[in-house]
């Protein structure tokens, strides 16, 4: 004959390996390019030299050796207060797991009732007609009747006992589409991550090419104002008319009104690098010194291959936790169509004397299986299946679409990065020529040879192009900052870069 114990740990064993419903997830995998095309780069371009044979580096800032940057991306991580709340997500989404996890262990609850009672059993007699004559005068009956009158106390203490047998895997779903979700919010602090180093090194960089344009612009000013000392001198010796001093005068006080809006660019770059940084706007004021230079760059740029791009985007990461976490609702809402069955249990002590209470014969208790079969909801479990695996199919294209959007920004951030590499070049050698040419026109301004008006003429080409090749630089570096975001660096913890 069996064991009995035997045969109850095989049942409870078999409960315990019951299947999950649902589709089970796999990682999806979308085809992607060998290589990226923009990271061939044309025979002409001057652009950092994209590597495909080595990995994106982790830690992209580095690479323009500037510690002032170091420092700042440093302070922005461990300051910025949108980093910071991100991170209370996570806490708070791994918290759900453990809530998740909680529905399928039992719980247990101790409770303890005092309750005062009047049973009117007199009045139940009364109801039903009464005693028969007899049994109304008899001394005992009618103690009886007064004991039962008289009101009670009842006391009791106990505990109470439940089990909701996972059976069709609706609480390991719940478990699994919580800890999907715990990654999502991982993955979008990893993804405000990478923006926000970005995003630090472009407000630096636009706060450095400010600092640079202003220079440029006071140079100018330095030298216009000898030019108009010149031109003043010669129409006070007859060798220059009215109308020439007048436009030194003029063209002085047009380069003087550029300074303004490079003031402003530079203040409004260093409040934006203070608030990311978590700090009051005005605390980097006195910071970054009056001078500057937009850092060199690299001369090369691992960028990689495209099918290691999804291990390293976090919005990609992101789309794919998303997409586990409708795969596994799928299965809760299909659990649900399945019977509920629990284990429930009571035992207490309960008597009218606190005396007796814990008396072994004070003893109750109850136990029993309970089965809860959905029979009709007005097609609600069916509609919230068909729900849950519409949003999963959304899901599964959202992620597809991410995958394509995350190949189209590397794409877009190395073409970008070659054409703006392409036309630096130019613009610096139109500097080189156009001082050359401004140098020969003063020293015959100076003979005079030429009149002002030549000058003047070359002096503005000069400037605009100085200044466009300084922006020029400005949009080549930031191009390579969208490069490395595109590429999905700087999310990854110094431990995790080295593996």
């Known amino acids: 004959m069996a064991n009995p114990r035997a045969i109850l740990s095989s049942l409870l064993a078999a409960l315990l390996a019951g299947c999950a419903v649902g589709p089970d997830f796999t990682a999806p995998q979308e085809p992607v390019p060998p290589a990226y095309l923009g990271a061939t780069p044309a025979p002409a371009d001057h652009s950092p030299t994209p590597a495909t044979d080595k990995p994106p580096d982790s830690f992209w800032w580095q690479q323009f050796r500037d510690p002032t940057l170091d420092h700042l991306e440093q302070a922005a991580v461990a300051g910025n207060l949108n980093l910071q709340a991100a991170y209370l997500r996570i806490v708070e989404a791994r918290t759900q797991i453990q809530s998740a996890r909680a529905q399928g262990l039992p719980s247990l609850d101790a409770s303890a009732s005092y309750e005062r009672e009047q049973l ?9 007609g009464g005693l028969p004559a007899g049994a109304a005068t008899s001394p005992a009956v009618q103690s009886l009747i007064s004991t039962f009158e008289s009101p009670v106390n009842l006391y009791q203490i106990g505990f109470d006992a439940s089990w909701e047998i996972d059976l069709f895997g609706k609480v390991r779903r719940s478990v699994e589409a919580a800890k999907a979700n715990a990654d999502q919010a991982a993955e ?14 472009q407000t630096y960089f636009q706060l450095r090419a400010g600092q640079v344009l202003r220079q440029i612009t006071q140079r100018l000013i330095d030298d216009q104002q000898q030019v108009a000392d010149l031109t003043l001198n010669r129409q006070q010796h007859g060798l220059a008319g009215e109308a020439d001093v007048q436009a030194a005068r003029a063209q002085l006080a047009n380069l003087q009104s ?10 409004t770059s260093r409040h934006a690098l203070a608030v990311l940084t978590g700090k009051p706007p005005a605390d980097l004021d006195a910071a970054f010194g009056e001078e500057g230079q937009i850092p060199a760059l690299p001369a090369e740029i691992p960028v990689g291959v495209p099918s290691t791009l999804a291990r390293r985007r976090p919005d990609i990461r992101n789309a794919e936790a ?13 659990a649900s169509l399945y019977p509920d069955i629990s284990l429930a249990g009571t035992y207490g002590l309960r008597n009218t004397k606190t005396g007796y209470l814990f008396d072994w014969a004070s003893r109750f208790y109850t136990f029993g299986p309970t089965v809860s079969l959905p029979i009709f909801q007005g097609g609600a479990l069916v509609a919230n299946v068909r729900l849950s695996k519409a949003r999963a199919a959304e899901a599964a294209l959202t992620y597809r679409q991410t995958v394509l959007s995350a190949l189209q920004d590397v794409e877009d951030a190395l073409s970008s990065l070659h054409e703006d590499s392409r036309r630096s070049a130019a613009l610096a050698q139109a500097v080189d ?10 020293d015959s301004y100076r003979h005079g040879l030429i009149t002002y008006v030549s000058v003047l003429t070359q002096q503005l080409q000069t400037a605009q192009a100085r200044q466009q090749h300084a922006q020029a630089t400005l949009t080549q570096t930031t191009d390579l900052v969208k490069l490395y975001k595109a590429l999905g660096g700087g999310w990854e913890s110094p431990k995790a870069a080295a593996n």
């Open 120 to 128: 009117g059993i007199a009045g139940i007699l009364k109801a039903q």
């Open 188 to 201: 979008s602090r990893n993804d405000l991550l990478v923006s926000l180093e970005a995003e630090v090194a």
């Open 258 to 267: 550029e300074l303004p809006q490079y003031d402003h660019t530079i203040s």
């Open 322 to 334: 998303a997409l586990h976490t409708a795969t596994a609702e799928i299965g809760v809402s299909v």
């Open 433 to 442: 020529a156009d001082q050359d040419a401004l140098d020969i026109d003063l």
